[in-house]
Structure formats: C-alpha cells, structure tokens
C-alpha cells in the first residue's frame, strides 16, 4: 500500500516490540500490555482499561488506530460457513471464510493478498488478477473480525484469496503476532500455509521458518498438464516443487497435505492417479481430494460422486494416505477456489 499521510496505522500488525518502540519513554511492561489488549479483538482503546491516559493519547498522536478494516457483508451457508466481505482503509475488498466442523472446532481462512497474480484455471480469484499484498496488520484483521463475531477460533489456514508465499514478509509477521503467547496464541500445528507451488517460498519457510503445517496445491504431477492448470508450473516445475517439499519436510518433520482439485475429464484419470502415486512417493504426504468447486465464468466440471471415490480408492490401494474434503461453503460462494470480489475500488 502506498504512504499516505492520513492513513492510519493499525496496531493489529504490530508485535510488543513494535509497540515499544512507538513508547520509548514507558516501561517495557506496557508494550506487552498493550499488546494482549489489541489482540483480545477491541475496537476502542477506552476499552483498555488499565491503560494511562497519555499512553493512549500518545498513541493516537502517532495515528494508530485500532481495526482499520471493516466488515461490509456477511453470508452464512446452510451448513455454517461463514464468509465476511471487509472493506479496507484503502477501499480495497477482501474475503475471510470462517470453517466449522462437526466437532465445532473452528477455522479461520484468511486471505493474504487482494485477488491474485497465480492465475490458477480452476480458481475464481485468479480471474481478478493481483491487485495488492496486504499488510500483515489486514490479516491479523480478519481473524479479529471472524473471532468478535463467531466466537473462539482454534485453527488458521492461510487459503483465500492470493497466495501466502507470494506475500512472505507479511504472512510471517502476522503468523508471528497470532502466534505469540501473551497474544490468541495459536499453535503452530493449528497453523497452515496454502501455496501453489512457489518453491522459493517453501525453501524459505524452512530456513526461516515459522514452522507452520504446509499445504501445496498440486492438481497434476504432470509437468504438461500442471502447466495448463497452473502457470506457477512453468516457473517451478515438479521436480523442482518436489525437492522443496522434501526440504521443508527436513527441516520440521512434518508430513504435508497435496490438495488435488479434482477436474472431470482432465485429471480424475487412471493415468492421472498413477502420477500422482509415483510423486507422492518420495514424499511424506496425505493427499487431500477436492472436488472442483464452479466459479463465476470457469468451464470445468465436479466429476461424480462415483468418479471420486474410484479415484480415492485407487490411491488408497497403492497404499497413499488420502482425505476428502466435505464440499463446505458452495452457498456462499466461500469454498476453496471460489472466492473473488467483483468490484475493487481501491482508491489512490
Ligand atoms: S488457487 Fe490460490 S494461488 Fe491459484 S489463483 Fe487461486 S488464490 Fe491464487
């Protein structure tokens, strides 16, 4: 976002030592105090209340704000996802989906970017195109805003709109401020990060870390047909994706998800299962079987009920771990690959 003299500066993006150094003259204790209160999702700060006075005025002299973001619009499909439209300071329009399963346990899915630059076929957000990253203070946001109106949130995936890895410095600093302890304080197993397929990013991730669950989007283990799915394939082709992955893998132990659109007609296919088989097996992998979700303007097919158990069962035959995620959020258009926004009025 450019540098605007009236924008203000949320402090839902900031750490304790972020806050501090706005303080230099206070006691350390403060930042930290400050913190807890952001994070408990306020809106104001005479909801601090054992906060000094001047402490607060100073903090609104240097144009810090609370929320900076705004929900405009909200949905809730039948089976109880939930998707919040929030309009940002700059305009701008994201979408934040809230999961619950039938555990009740819940799970925020937060966007990283506004629309996005993947351009993935299957994907309604890859039709707006890459507007712009967002701050790490707009996702903390909207786990703020989907936890003040739905209430406790276990779990976070970074898997709306945009691609997390593509917005690495932002996406880790707000891991950094959902992860900390005087903050919600989720763990980093509850933390998962969507990419599709960006190898640097994952090499990344392992060197730097937050060691957070990872999970690739991989729709093909066929360099040609990936391709034609998802251009990222061009840049970083399988073999390079695989050997980021066994990378991440050995630098935190943990086993990946490979989330698999499935595609009637274009990669539910015998041939289709038995590259998948052979790539996962260098791997440590559960491959998570979605089927396709219709977006706006998009020419694909769901394949049948039939069509996704044989290929599950295939898998599952070669000895592959597999999941099949329930079709959440279609009513509202919030299930994975669905989301976009149709008008974006960023102003300058
Ligand atoms: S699937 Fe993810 S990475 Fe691909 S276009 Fe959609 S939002 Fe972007």
Not at 287 to 298: C, K, Q, S, T, Y
Request: net charge positive.
């Amino acid at each position: 976002m450019q540098e605007n003299p009236t924008q203000k500066i949320s402090l839902y993006g900031m750490l304790p030592r972020d806050i501090g150094a706005l303080l230099p003259d206070e006691k350390t204790f403060r930042s930290r105090q400050l913190f807890t209160w952001v994070q408990k999702g306020i809106s104001s700060y005479e909801e601090m209340i054992n906060v000094p006075k001047r402490i607060k005025e100073e903090l609104q002299y240097q144009r810090c704000t609370l929320f900076s973001s705004q929900i405009i619009d909200e949905k809730i499909d039948t089976d109880g996802t939930a998707k919040l439209g929030i309009r940002l300071q700059d305009g701008a329009v994201i979408e934040s989906v809230l999961l619950t399963d039938e555990h009740d346990r819940k799970t925020a899915c937060l966007s990283s970017q506004v629309g996005c630059a993947m351009g993935c076929a299957f994907c309604s957000t890859g039709t707006m195109g890459l507007i712009r990253n967002l701050e790490a203070s707009e996702i903390v946001e909207q786990f703020h805003h989907l936890q003040n109106r739905f209430g406790s949130i276990s779990h976070i995936v970074y898997m709306g709109m945009g691609e997390p890895l593509a917005n690495f410095e932002a996406v880790r600093t707000s891991i950094k401020i959902l992860h900390h302890e005087t903050g919600v304080n989720i763990g980093l197993r509850k933390i998962t990060i969507s990419t599709c397929g960006l190898a640097e990013g994952i090499r990344q991730l392992a060197e730097k870390g937050p060691h957070v669950k990872l999970a690739v989007s991989l729709a093909a283990a066929d360099n040609q047909l990936r391709s034609t799915l998802m251009p990222i394939n061009n840049a970083y082709p399988v073999e390079e994706l695989q050997a980021a992955m066994q990378t991440y893998q050995k630098a935190t132990g943990r086993r990946i998800t490979l989330e698999y659109v499935l595609l009637a007609g274009i990669n539910d296919t015998r041939k289709a299962a038995r590259e998948l088989i052979s790539y996962s097996r260098a791997l440590h992998v559960i491959i998570n079987l979605i089927p396709w979700n219709p977006g706006a303007g998009l020419e694909f097919t769901s394949p049948s009920a039939d069509s996704i158990k044989r290929f599950a069962e295939y898998l599952e035959e070669a000895g592959v771990q597999v999941t099949r995620r329930y079709r959440r959020g279609r009513g509202v258009n919030g299930a994975c690959g669905q989301l976009a926004v149709k008008h974006q009025k960023p102003s300058d």
